[in-house]
């Protein structure tokens, strides 16, 4: 049997980023095309004899300027066939939780501009971006009762708020903070330090610290990291 088929395979980046008590994601601004200045996921083509994740990583640095540490396969878009007006794209998304906080953007190649957006200030999206983003966002609300996120997305030290602060932003709804601060404390993989955070009004919070060493040693061990929201 013959096939014709003309089917190209892209990468897109999911960045979450965070500060201010806000969720934010990474975009660029699309410099050329059809598209031109449509706000999109980081993202492009895979070239020949290139490894997916090489290629995101490589559209990553290319298009923002940043590098990041773990990324995460996401989910293959590519039901809708018209999701790229110029081809038949399939394309492999991936995920990466960073601290926004540290990263100094630099755009290049086909974008115009990179920027940070707030999940609830994003503006319209080229392609089926949109889509892909409300896909990572659930993947993430899952990962909150399983994984212990903060460790990406937090500075090295943080008052504890900041932590269910992030919690409650990425859930959307408050928390029952004292059986949170409890249960997390319990674990032993989040520490306090002798630092105390700047604050304006009143007493200066204590700072604490993620032991990633730790939290590495009890999964290898059998840990199980569980949090139940209900």
């Given at each position: 049997?013959?096939?014709?088929?003309?089917?190209?395979?892209?990468?897109?980046?999911?960045?979450?980023?965070?500060?201010?008590?806000?969720?934010?994601?990474?975009?660029?601004?699309?410099?050329?095309?059809?598209?031109?200045?449509?706000?999109?996921?980081?993202?492009?083509?895979?070239?020949?004899?290139?490894?997916?994740?090489?290629?995101?990583?490589?559209?990553?640095?290319?298009?923002?300027?940043?590098?990041?540490?773990?990324?995460?396969?996401?989910?293959?878009?590519?039901?809708?066939?018209?999701?790229?007006?110029?081809?038949?794209?399939?394309?492999?998304?991936?995920?990466?939780?960073?601290?926004?906080?540290?990263?100094?953007?630099?755009?290049?190649?086909?974008?115009?501009?990179?920027?940070?957006?707030?999940?609830?200030?994003?503006?319209e999206l080229a392609f089926d971006h949109q889509l892909i983003i409300d896909t990572a966002i659930s993947r993430l609300k899952n990962k909150l009762s399983y994984q212990p996120i903060g460790f990406d997305?937090?500075?090295?030290?943080?008052?504890?708020?900041?932590?269910?602060?992030?919690?409650?932003?990425?859930?959307?709804?408050?928390?029952?903070?004292?059986?949170?601060?409890?249960?997390?404390?319990?674990?032993?993989?989040?520490?306090e330090t002798k630092k105390f955070g700047t604050k304006k009004n009143g007493r200066p919070a204590k700072l604490f610290k993620f032991n990633k060493q730790k939290y590495n040693k009890l999964t290898k061990?059998?840990?199980?990291?569980?949090?139940?929201?209900?």
């Open positions: 049997m013959n096939i014709n088929q003309n089917i190209k395979v892209a990468v897109d980046a999911i960045v979450f980023g965070y500060a201010d008590n806000k969720l934010s994601i990474l975009l660029i601004k699309q410099k050329y095309g059809v598209l031109k200045d449509k706000w999109a996921l980081v993202g492009g083509f895979v070239k020949d004899n290139e490894a997916l994740i090489d290629a995101v990583n490589r559209e990553l640095t290319e298009e923002t300027g940043i590098n990041v540490s773990y990324l995460e396969q996401l989910y293959t878009f590519g039901d809708n066939v018209a999701r790229d007006p110029r081809f038949h794209v399939i394309s492999v998304a991936y995920f990466a939780l960073v601290n926004s906080t540290s990263l100094i953007l630099v755009p290049d190649t086909d974008a115009e501009d990179a920027k940070w957006f707030a999940i609830d200030e994003i503006p997305l937090l500075p090295k030290e943080f008052p504890f708020s900041d932590l269910e602060n992030l919690y409650c932003t990425i859930l959307q709804r408050e928390i029952d903070r004292r059986n949170f601060r409890k249960k997390i404390l319990s674990f032993g993989f989040v520490e061990e059998g840990f199980i990291f569980e949090i139940n929201f209900a």
